[in-house]
């Protein structure tokens, strides 16, 4: 058994080395400028371009890229292979290939109207280049969606005192947003009072637990809100649980609401008050590491329960390479990222040189909480075959008793650090339906028919994402859902390092093109082999050809799994086509045959 403490050493200076030396240099090498006109100065509008200060768009950004992957990838990747391969990937991966990747794709939206990646590589291979890498990320919103709504319902049925705690949390942000933005009150005051309040709706939800349906060990005195008949026709329900199965709708519709509003209505001031949640909760556990260490004062030893590894066969059977790269993305690398940071973040940035910190320091604020996570289950160990409905909630066990360390009582850590999670969950969701918005306005443009007047709109956007997202989570099939969306996860994020990649070899071709092309190359080639793996091994082999999969499997769980082969297939062509577009534009910007239109003055 290996002390904790030393886990939290090692990420803590491989961070700090990247943020005082790396980050400073990619700052200096693509020109930040505080002088030059930002997006959200130049088109401010009060709707979506709008100048923020950067502790608030620090909150939102981090807010938004930090939901449970962090969480669940490193628990499950750690119970898989074992502590130190997932540790190894985070410390390493994150500073030189996630952080760069975020901050990269941030500094390019900003010399390009806040536009997406899709829109940046569309002005230098073209517009099929800029359609197809957008409906890739169209297609990964809506895994992401699929996935994040889940996660949300399973917290909620596992701490239902989270689901008041979340309740008390969105209502108090709608109010912060009116303090601020209508009627214009100090900024200090409000953050003083409200976040107050927020952390005394922590005290409310565990005083009042609440669920949809009866069923589950719910805590003494849980307000459950109907009756019992409905689970019986639930989707899901046999998977999840009747109250997990509940909560999923109820979840996607808040997402497509929220997403359809102000962004000072709604998502600014949550952000922002979740920010301090994030803080308290991750720092806070990373302190109680130390603290628990030096002082035992902690209610166990804070030591591994976990092997450091497993073997290079997983205990499930999968193997370490190519699984164990997707199991974990976000906490390393995560092409939802470039859509946050090139969608919403990008619109909000007051002046350029707040790029870094939020950016790259963003990312690796992620990569910490992705570290907690390996500490909670190699605190807790929990049996390999407890799923994701198990991980979620050992999350919020093992970092109950890391707050032990502070006094404590593990009644309230558990309950704090469940909304910590559903904070990041509930911010990443409709974040990702708004971001699912801008690209399918991006693809469509100026609307012709019905259908693309639709499928652009606020509202039945929302619809197109949430429906087939709900139909994936209806399935039931959790673990290939799960390894679909990191695959996909993943491809976008080598895609969007070719975006950055091909805007620097076109702004000047004597750009060095290692810090994006050599992660990018990573990136390609593990992405392109999980989801071929996915596709053939996990839902063709194992399923379609296993007769008695095919004996027992029910028509939604044959549908989503045909939909998953299509999806990994359909991912993987895009993906490889737009390698080869950018290939062919960096190439012919070397030979001389093409010179890039951008300059850095470009808005």
């Not at 400028?33 to 709707?47: F, I, L, N, S, V």
């Not at 806070?284 to 035992?296: E, K, P, R």
Request: glycine share 10%; aromatic share 12%; net charge negative.
């Amino acid at each position: 058994m290996v002390q904790v403490l030393w886990l939290v050493i090692a990420v803590l200076a491989l961070f700090s080395i990247g943020y005082l030396g790396y980050s400073k240099y990619l700052a200096q090498f693509v020109d930040l400028d505080d002088d030059r006109e930002t997006p959200a100065h130049k088109y401010e509008d009060g709707q979506e371009y709008v100048p923020s200060k950067k502790p608030v768009l620090l909150g939102h950004h981090y807010s938004s890229i930090a939901g449970g992957a962090p969480i669940v990838g490193p628990i499950t990747a750690g119970v898989l292979w074992g502590w130190a391969p997932a540790l190894l990937w985070i410390a390493i991966g994150n500073p030189l290939m996630g952080a760069v990747h975020d901050f990269s794709a941030l500094s390019a939206s900003l010399r390009h109207e806040g536009k997406s990646i899709g829109y940046i590589i569309g002005e230098y291979v073209g517009e099929r280049g800029k359609n197809m890498l957008l409906w890739f990320a169209f297609l990964t919103i809506i895994l992401v969606v699929a996935v994040f709504a889940l996660v949300v319902a399973i917290v909620f049925n596992a701490f239902p005192q989270a689901a008041t705690a979340s309740l008390i949390y969105i209502g108090l942000a709608i109010l912060l947003g009116a303090w601020l933005y209508q009627f214009d009150l100090p900024f200090l005051a409000g953050t003083g009072l409200f976040v107050a309040m927020m952390f005394a709706g922590v005290w409310v939800g565990i005083q009042f637990p609440l669920a949809l349906v009866p069923g589950g060990e719910y805590p003494a005195g849980t307000i459950v809100l109907l009756g019992s008949g409905i689970s019986s026709w639930l989707p899901a329900a046999g998977a999840f649980g009747a109250n997990t199965a509940a909560w999923i709708p109820v979840i996607l519709v808040y997402g497509a609401v929220a997403s359809a509003l102000p962004v000072w209505v709604l998502l600014q001031p949550r952000d922002y008050l979740s920010s301090f949640l994030l803080y308290t909760g991750v720092g806070g556990a990373l302190l109680a590491v130390i603290v628990g260490t030096v002082f035992a004062t902690s209610s166990q030893p804070l030591v591994t329960n976990l092997e450091p590894f497993y073997g290079f066969t997983a205990r499930n059977g999968n193997p370490l390479f190519p699984l164990l790269f997707i199991t974990i993305a976000c906490g390393t690398i995560s092409g939802f990222h470039s859509l946050v940071s090139s969608g919403t973040t990008a619109k909000q940035l007051n002046q350029e040189t707040d790029a870094r910190a939020i950016g790259y320091g963003g990312m690796l604020g992620e990569g910490l909480l992705a570290t907690v996570a390996l500490i909670t289950v190699a605190l807790v160990a929990p049996d390999v075959g407890g799923g994701i409905g198990l991980a979620l909630p050992t999350f919020a066990s093992g970092g109950a008793v890391l707050l032990t360390s502070f006094g404590i009582p593990t009644s309230f850590g558990g309950p704090f650090m469940a909304l910590v999670l559903v904070s990041f969950l509930l911010t990443s969701t409709d974040t990702a339906v708004r971001l699912g918005r801008y690209m399918m306005e991006e693809i469509v443009e100026t609307p012709e028919t019905t259908v693309q007047s639709f499928a652009s709109d606020r509202y039945g956007n929302a619809a197109v994402q949430t429906i087939p997202a709900y139909i994936l989570i209806a399935s039931g099939s959790w673990s290939t859902l799960w390894q679909l969306f990191g695959g996909a996860n993943q491809l976008l994020a080598a895609l969007a390092l070719l975006t950055a990649t091909v805007w620097l070899a076109n702004w000047d071709d004597s750009k060095q093109l290692l810090s994006t092309g050599a992660p990018m190359a990573v990136m390609v080639a593990i992405t392109i082999s999980g989801l071929l793996w996915l596709a053939f091994k996990t839902n063709l082999y194992d399923k379609f050809l296993n007769a008695q999969w095919m004996a027992e499997a029910t028509v939604v769980q044959m549908l989503s799994a045909a939909t998953q082969i299509a999806l990994a297939l359909v991912l993987v062509y895009l993906g490889l086509s737009l390698v080869k577009l950018g290939y062919e534009n960096i190439q012919a910007v070397r030979r001389g045959e093409q010179s890039g239109g951008f300059s850095p003055s470009d808005d």
